[in-house]
């Protein structure tokens, strides 16, 4: 569904602006109306907004905001409101002691938004790079509720767990990658500084070389007369590659391409539908309707793929379906996974086997986590015998050689 930025009066003629999600400009206004307000104006947000190179000179300098810093300020968003301090004054006394400038200046627009009559959703709606979506729409909830601390409480709780799984997840791969650019840094040094020293003693003596030497002195060569062109190419496919990315078309295939690799696609997976599993589990609990909690986690999953599946199951709930059909059809949950979500459609505590399906996952992946290094060392352990072998063929079989003719 579109997003509309609507200005409107309530029914005590308190002038209110944000932004809301609806299926129609008229259905937004109809909303408005019944909830005795007025509306003024109701326009479609776009989503393109144009950057000066000057703006676009000082986001690149800016500071992402990690999940280090939205699970702080949630907690502490928590005690404030539990707290009984104001709103403004909240936010306002968090700008200051904020360690992420970035946060901090989206958190004076806030306060500037707040006391201007905005309500906090649309205020943090409009900062969709400091907040991420599930937030804003919890927030909503919390707002409409009045149940905004529990919202916080429930928001930091969930980003600790993304951040745990995150965290485990660049552990396991930490030890793997390391041993990958250190192979590929041997081959570059060898290949630039180590063949071409014994290949003037095997030109000196005469001798007919073996296959294995002829294929490194080719590969030595090529990479000393090309070398300014190799590291061009390295640079220009960097460069394509983080340009791919930004495009929908590009994250969009790597997003599922990721999933099929082997060993880590499906830890990848797992973990994606752990935050899914989480984040819909919150939404739904919180009173959100159905169609809208998959709405608001379709694009908290941090996948484009497993977004465009969940959206696949918004639209057959929305035709009518049932939740363990459209999640069938979807094809990314396994038969265990469909069966407890079947059992909480029955019994009408879907919410409960939500939060039973992701300590499921979750226990899944932190089992193949425990395992990928014992999985992965083999593999590692043929690759780096495999370089020795060709180099031990291509250097030291060729000395034995001339050892054998001199004497």
């Not at 500084?193 to 073996?210: N, R």
Request: glycine share 8%; with cysteine; hydrophobic share 50%.
């Amino acid at each position: 569904m579109p997003f509309y930025s609507y200005k409107i009066r309530d029914a005590q003629g308190v002038l209110l602006e944000g932004e809301a999600e609806a299926f129609s400009a008229d259905a937004l206004a109809s909303q408005f109306i019944a909830s005795h307000a007025t509306p003024i104006s109701i326009t479609e947000v776009d989503e393109k907004k144009s950057v000066n190179i000057k703006d676009l000179f000082l986001l690149k300098r800016k500071t992402k905001v990690g999940l280090d810093d939205l699970i702080l300020f949630c907690r502490q968003m928590y005690t404030l409101n539990a707290s009984g301090v104001p709103l403004i004054r909240a936010i306002r006394g968090l700008v200051d002691t904020a360690r992420n400038p970035t946060l901090g200046e989206a958190l004076d627009g806030v306060v500037d938004d707040l006391e201007s009559g905005m309500e906090l959703f649309g205020a943090f709606s409009r900062r969709p790079d400091v907040f991420p979506a599930l937030l804003c729409r919890m927030v909503q909830v919390g707002e409409a509720t009045g149940n905004l601390e529990k919202v916080f409480l429930e928001l930091s709780t969930y980003f600790e767990r993304e951040k745990e799984i995150i965290n485990k997840v660049k552990a396991a791969l930490r030890y793997p990658s390391f041993v990958m650019a250190a192979i590929i840094f041997a081959i570059i040094f060898i290949s630039l500084f180590v063949i071409p020293a014994f290949e003037k003693v095997f030109a000196g003596a005469g001798a007919e070389l073996p296959l294995a030497t002829r294929i490194l002195m080719g590969l030595s060569s090529f990479m000393q007369s090309y070398w300014g062109l190799l590291l061009g190419l390295a640079v220009f496919m960097v460069f394509f590659i983080k340009k791919a990315l930004k495009s929908t078309k590009g994250r969009y295939m790597w997003d599922r391409y990721k999933l099929k690799i082997p060993l880590v696609g499906d830890i990848l997976m797992r973990s994606t539908l752990v935050r899914f599993s989480r984040g819909f589990n919150m939404s739904y609990t919180a009173g959100v309707p159905l169609s809208q909690a998959l709405g608001f986690t379709a694009r908290a999953v941090s996948n484009v793929y497993v977004g465009e599946k969940i959206e696949q199951i918004r639209n057959g709930i929305e035709r009518g379906e049932t939740l363990t059909r459209s999640a069938t059809q979807a094809d990314i949950f396994t038969p265990l996974v469909l069966q407890m979500l079947a059992v909480g459609e029955e019994t009408g505590s879907v919410d409960t086997m939500l939060e039973d399906v992701a300590d499921f996952y979750e226990r899944e992946v932190d089992y193949d986590l425990n395992n990928l290094s014992s999985a992965i060392e083999p593999i590692l352990i043929v690759v780096i015998g495999g370089m020795v072998l060709v180099l031990a063929l291509g250097v030291f079989l060729p000395m034995w050689n001339l050892a054998s003719l001199s004497r």
